[in-house]
Each structure stands twice: as C-alpha cells, then as structure tokens.
C-alpha cells in the first residue's frame, strides 16, 4: 500500500503522523510500523502517531514505539499531534483529545504547543533514584556529568533490571543547572536507546526535583539534547495537578511512501 505520512518533531523527538480518519492503517501490522520508523529503511522516527475520528472529542491519538508496538503516553508526540490537527484543519487553538491513558487538553499559542498532561498521586522515592509515571513509566536518577555519561550502556541495563525486568522502564539522567532548570538526557524503551526528547520523562524529572526539594518552583525549565521545554504543575495534599509540558512543535516534511 501506499500511505501519505507527515513528518513532525518536538525537541528533537520526531514522529511519522499519518491522517487515520479512514481507518487504511492495519494497526495490527508491527513490522509496518517499524519499517515506516526505520533510519535506513522507512521514513525514519523515534515513533508513529495515527490521528483518528472520535465520536465526542477533536480525534484520538494512538501513538507506537519504533520497534512497531503500540505503547504508552507520548508527552512530545502529544503536542506534535495537536499541531498536526492544525495542518489538517481539525481544530484551530485548542484541542481536546483521546490518548491510552485518557483525555488531554491542548493550547497553541504561536509555535508553543502546551499540552496538559495526566494527574500523577504518586512519586516513589529511593536512595539513588525516583520513580513515577506520567503516562508512561519512568525512572529518574541525579548525575553530575551527563556529557560524559555513557546513556545506552547505563540506561539500558536499568530499563531491563530488577525492579523493571521485562515490562521496562524510561530512564532519565538529569543535573542540577539552577534554583529552577535542569538537564536531562533520556534512554527511552522501545526506541531501545537515546531519544533527544522526551515529553513524559521531562515531565517526570520536574515532579520529581520538586518532590526531593532539588527545586521549589512550579515552573521548572528543562534542556534536552533537542533543546528546551518547560513543565509547570501545581502540588495539592499528595497529588499533582494542572501539569502543563511546554514546548514547540514543528513540521518538517510530507510524501508518500510504498509499504
């Protein structure tokens, strides 16, 4: 078959999108998807997005790892598809759609896309390490020299080790820049290796810096290899809410391509 796909990135973090309104993608296929992801082979990303009708809502999001298997919340997948529903005439400044771990407001303004992110209760600490998930599952660890880190010997070892075994986990690496903003480097799961972005694992190092008292602002600034992107949350009892991920979105290119 034939598709038409979109090409969008968000710090770095691109996607394949393609316009499944009509339901002509065999959701069923993985090689596909992994094909269409593949560098060498394909269009080349880190996953593909599938933008379709919703009975209620602006569309649903159905977001895939580039190893072909559908997988969990994708915070800069989220805001490429909202820019995406732009480009298709869909919605105009705001969105409110499906995603697997449940519905999700949108704002554009200008080139920003802020997406509001699920309500997280619960931040694990640990000696060297927290864990939370914020849509997806992930891992966050303090270091002092990110460049020298050697991210996907260190990172895969903990996203197969115990306590995360076979299900895996997202690994984040992060040092301390300032009183509010932070580096992070990040071993994604399914990419099997480092992303320049990630939109939940951004999200998870801003909770989790909050909640050990490394930052007290509920605007953290976060920089990533693909560049900078802002998490702003508010802390109730033991929950946090009203979490916003911050960031551009862009579109690179559009074609065809013979599966």
Known sequence: MEFTFY????????????????QVFDKTNTNLVAKLCDRRFGVGADGLILLENHSKLDF??????ADGNESTMCGNGGRCIVAFAKQLGIIE?????EAIDGLHQAIIEHEVIKLQMQDVDLVENYQQHQFLDTGSPH?????????ALAIKEV?????YGHPYNEAGVNVNFVKKL????????????????????CGTGVTAVALAMF?????????VN?????????????????????????????????????C
Not at 93 to 97: K, V, Y
Not at 155 to 159: A, D, F, H, L
């Open 155 to 159: 990172g895969s070892k903990i996203r």
């Open 211 to 219: 909640e050990t008292g490394e930052t007290l602002s509920h605007l």
């Open 60 to 65: 649903k999001m159905v977001y895939f790892n």
């Open 178 to 197: 300032s009183s509010d903003s932070f580096q992070v480097r990040t071993y994604e799961r399914g990419v099997e290796d480092e992303t320049l972005s």
């Open 93 to 97: 400044n705001q969105a409110t759609f």
């Open 7 to 22: 090409k969008y990135q968000g710090t770095g973090n691109d996607f394949v999108m393609i316009d499944n309104r009509q």
């Open 222 to 258: 976060l920089e990533t290899e693909g560049g900078k992107l802002q998490v702003s949350f508010e802390k109730h009892d033991n929950m946090y809410k009203n979490i916003w991920l911050i960031g551009p979105a862009t579109y690179v290119f559009n074609g065809t391509i013979l």
């Open 139 to 147: 891992h966050v660890q303090l270091e002092t020299n990110l460049k």
